[in-house]
């Protein structure tokens, strides 16, 4: 009867294993870029935005006033057509305009990393 059990028991957690790995990498991966659109968005932002746009001490040594981005779809009032018109039009003083800069499928990149982000 002992050994019918542990083998029952075994047997749940070789039945129970992949669903609570499946619950890991689901959680391993958030906020990291997995579709194209998010890692081209993610190299795109690094190449681009990343000076004026990282959250090191880095940038007060360049002398530039920093926005962190991290989490900028989670605070109110933040939607898809607010990102892309800031970026298109910038921010007097603060950043520059990308409307004549960045094609449209690069804006859309970079709106596809920045929900993740």
């Known amino acids: 009867m002992g050994r ?3 083998g029952l028991a075994v047997l749940a957690s070789v039945f129970m294993l992949p669903l609570s790995l499946g619950a890991q990498s689901r959680y391993a991966t958030a906020g990291k870029a997995q579709t194209d659109a998010e ?5 795109f932002f690094n190449k681009t935005c990343f000076l004026c746009h990282n959250p ?3 940038t007060k040594e360049v002398g530039v006033a920093v926005t962190d981005l991290v989490g900028l779809f989670k605070r109110p009032g933040v939607t898809e057509e607010y990102v892309r018109m800031r970026i298109q ?4 003083r603060r950043m ?4 004549y800069t960045f094609k449209p499928e690069q804006l859309d990149r970079i709106i596809a990393y920045l929900r993740i982000r």
């Open 56 to 58: 090191t001490g880095q």
């Open 39 to 43: 890692l081209r968005g993610e190299t």
């Open 4 to 6: 019918h059990i542990a």
């Open 89 to 92: 039009e910038g921010i007097p």
């Open 96 to 99: 520059p305009a990308y409307k």
